[in-house]
């Protein structure tokens, strides 16, 4: 459809706006459409030269890899200079990451596209990473933001693109030199070879620099990948971690060590959830104390500012904000929301998908099972912090965020600044869980700095930080199937109860609502984000999935493995006791349903002989679970699951857990295994941890001690393996965080007998 076709589509009344704009404004549509450049912010230090604007190498031989996205744990700063040293052919004791600033050039495209339903533009969203809506959307708001495993399928191909022109002009170089054809020279751990002479790329950078890209770039026939062994998971890498050094001598920068020049450090109190304004505090109760800078107020929270955190802390303490608002969020209110919105769901569920014809099949539905889950704090070992210096009208802000552009252009509107004014120093992140997609501390630290007028350092207590990021929401789960002669099911409904959470975290994201206001906007509104994973992943003819939006007072987020870390534990604990009513092994009885999945069954029949899988028979404490995250089989990531749990003298134990993943191409082994194990621990967490409840609007528990996550002694042994594949590489970083709950579930069942139907756990 070309620009004419979708504006005579567009309503009257919006046509007519158009129109008058155009020309009134003078050729609005146009400015909008018209072509512009969007410069990489990486800049070549004196004896460097850029490269595509991916890459700097200087004339000692170190290659310089720009770095988009927010390290948080998962290791991306590896990835992405493993994919430019590949292509590049560099010695990758010669490679390093430098974080970028947000920025177009870096813009996450295929991020934007499976979002788009939050940012809708003019023309409408689409699912296509180079629709020019999308493209220019991206861009335009220097799109970088680091979420749902897409780094890979965002910056591999411009990465390599990058390093395989500068591979040709470091050749084209060399063999001007040397005064032969540059197809008769190869490029090897950071030498340009022909024959017997080799130049380093340090001795050919500026030659290089000024020849001509090449168009198209000469991409090896290979990209990056290590090749897994069967049974050799934890094989090592011949790519180590760029920043493991560092995090092991402690002189890694996360948020909160930066330290500048006359730096104050601020604390801060916020209002419990339903309850966000302040009302009063007593400021005489600190006057005159030592180290105390100054208090700083705003509508919906205090701060203290001090020569120590600790000082500013024990200001706030004795200060005693109270806030007040519609009222506080307690948990039998919350309880009560979600069993309404449960009664009413026959009359709000919003059909989401449908396969085949469930509607006439699913009202003789023989089997229907309730599953419930808690809400769930995200966590991350290091909280909320954000340090700002403001002066000469330029705001500086260093801060570890998922979405820079976002807390960039928040923080500036704060203190009255455009973004050009705001400059963004990305730094690592202790982790995250999707955390720091929000951005309220980046508003509060700039405002903090305006009003002290010194570099500020803000950071949230540990129980700030469990009470402002919106948790992962409560969810209600209806699973309903009738069930064929062999005893698998032939018709199937999945419906799930929960708030529409994407769009609030959109409306937060993208439109800077505060919770509150993000929360009102989304109230009523099917979410196709929540039932993410609803669909399973076995041959059932007719499939119908629904959301049903529930209402409810407590603002929600993502979290790391989004819906499937609910839908996942619905469908796989549904179809265990489909297998138990019908006297099946588990396993065989899931393998009789993936006939038409042969990645899913492989990962399925492997998983189970690395864990020792013996049918599963009751008092075996043996459980398999299994998930495919994302649609289209050829490019979704597999895993598979088994679960050991004994009795032990503090309760039920898991001692082991054996993953077997399918994720395409598999770049770098040892950051994937990491990410499978990280995820597992992550989810055992979620499944085994204290259950979230709230008090007076404060969240319980409210310390990382209470929360019962696995300590040391309680990580099982763990066996990974990987299933070496030639399809397009899949994130592994939320994989493992959905199917170990429905795995240990499963487990539970098969030592005790008795199911659970909860998150947590009742162990």
């Not at 004791?93 to 788009?116: H, K, M, T």
């Not at 340009?192 to 002479?197: A, L, N």
């Not at 493991?244 to 890694?252: A, E, I, M, Q, Y």
Request: hydrophobic content about 45%; aromatic content about 6%.
């Amino acid at each position: 459809m070309d620009l004419r076709e979708k504006l005579s589509a567009l309503p009257v009344s919006r046509r007519k706006l158009l129109a008058g704009a155009a020309a009134g404004g003078g050729l609005l549509l146009a400015w909008t459409f018209w072509p512009r450049a969007y410069p990489s912010p990486l800049i070549a230090r004196e004896g460097e030269a850029l490269f595509g604007g991916w890459m700097t190498i200087g004339q000692d031989g170190v290659v310089s890899v720009a770095v988009p996205q927010l390290e948080m744990g998962q290791g991306v700063g590896t990835l992405l200079a493993q994919i430019a040293a590949t292509e590049l052919g560099a010695d990758w004791r010669q490679v390093g990451i430098e974080p970028v600033a947000p920025a177009g050039f870096f813009a996450n495209l295929p991020l934007a596209a499976q979002w788009s339903p939050l940012w809708e533009g003019l023309f409408g969203a689409s699912d296509d990473p180079q629709d020019s809506a999308v493209t220019r959307f991206a861009r335009s708001r220097d799109f970088s933001v680091t979420a749902a495993g897409t780094s890979l399928a965002a910056y591999e191909l411009p990465l390599r693109e990058a390093a395989a022109s500068a591979r040709d002009m470091l050749v084209r170089a060399a063999a001007d030199r040397w005064d032969v054809e540059p197809e008769e020279c190869e490029v090897a751990e950071g030498f340009v070879i022909h024959e017997e002479r080799r130049l380093p790329f340090g001795a050919l950078v500026d030659e290089a620099a000024q020849l001509d890209p090449p168009d198209p770039a000469p991409l090896r026939p290979m990209p990056a990948f290590e090749e897994p062994l069967p049974g050799e998971g934890d094989a090592s890498t011949i790519f180590p971690r760029l920043d493991l050094p560092s995090k092991v001598d402690g002189s890694h920068i996360f948020a909160a060590d930066i330290r500048l020049p006359g730096m104050v450090f601020a604390s801060i109190r916020h209002g419990p959830h339903g309850l966000p304004e302040l009302l009063r505090f007593n400021e005489d109760a600190v006057a005159g104390t030592r180290g105390l800078v100054g208090v700083v107020k705003s509508k919906r929270w205090l701060a203290a500012v001090a020569e120590s955190w600790w000082i500013a802390d024990q200001a706030l303490a004795k200060m005693r904000p109270y806030f007040t608002g519609p009222g506080a969020v307690e948990q039998v209110i919350l309880d009560t929301e979600m069993e309404r919105a449960r009664e009413d769901a026959g009359e709000r569920a919003e059909r989401i998908e449908t396969i085949g014809e469930p509607d006439s099949l699913i009202g003789e539905a023989q089997v229907t099972r309730r599953y419930d889950v808690a809400p769930a704090l995200h966590a991350p070992l290091e909280t909320a912090s954000a340090t700002a210096r403001l002066a000469d009208g330029r705001l500086e802000l260093w801060i570890a965020s998922q979405a820079p552009a976002a807390a960039r252009d928040a923080a500036a509107k704060a203190v009255g600044l455009s973004p050009s004014d705001v400059i963004l120093y990305p730094v690592s992140a202790g982790g995250s869980f999707d955390a720091r997609l929000e951005k309220q501390h980046a508003i509060e630290v700039a405002q903090i700095a305006a009003e002290i007028g010194r570099p500020v350092q803000l950071t949230w207590s540990r129980a700030q930080d469990l009470q402002m990021v919106p948790p992962r929401a409560p969810v209600s789960g209806e699973i309903s199937a009738t069930i064929g002669p062999q005893g698998q099911p032939v018709a199937w409904r999945a419906r799930i109860t929960a708030p529409s959470w994407m769009r609030e975290t959109g409306h937060r994201l993208f439109d800077n609502y505060v919770p509150e206001a993000a929360r009102r906007e989304s109230v009523g509104e099917a979410d196709a984000f929540a039932v993410e994973g609803a669909v399973p992943p076995y041959s059932i003819a007719h499939v119908a999935t629904e959301h049903v939006p529930a209402r409810i007072g407590l603002p929600t987020a993502r979290m790391r493995g989004g819906a499937h870390g609910y839908t996942a534990f619905f469908t796989e604990c549904f179809v265990d006791e489909l297998a138990r009513n019908a006297g099946r092994d588990p396993f065989l009885y899931r393998m009789a349903m993936l006939g038409g999945a042969p990645r899913m069954a492989e990962v399925l029949r492997r998983a189970t002989r690395l864990g020792d899988w013996d049918g599963g028979q009751s008092g075996s404490g043996e459980g398999v679970a299994m998930v495919r995250m994302g649609r289209d089989p050829l490019t979704a990531g597999h895993i598979a699951c088994v679960a050991h749990v004994r009795r032990g003298e503090g309760g039920i134990a898991v001692t082991q857990l054996s993953a077997v993943a399918d994720i395409g191409r598999v770049v770098n082994l040892d950051l994937a295994r990491q990410q499978i194990e990280g995820g597992l621990l992550y989810g055992l967490g979620l499944a085994l941890g204290a259950p979230l409840t709230f008090d007076s609007g404060h969240p319980v528990p409210r310390t990382l001690g209470e929360m019962r996550l696995p300590g040391l002694a309680e990580v099982p042994d763990m066996r990974i393996d990987f299933v070496a594949s030639d399809a397009e590489p899949f994130d592994a970083g939320e994989l493992g965080v959905t199917v170990s709950g429905p795995a240990v579930a499963n487990a539970l069942f098969a030592l005790t007998g008795e199911r659970s139907y909860r998150l947590p756990l009742s162990v």
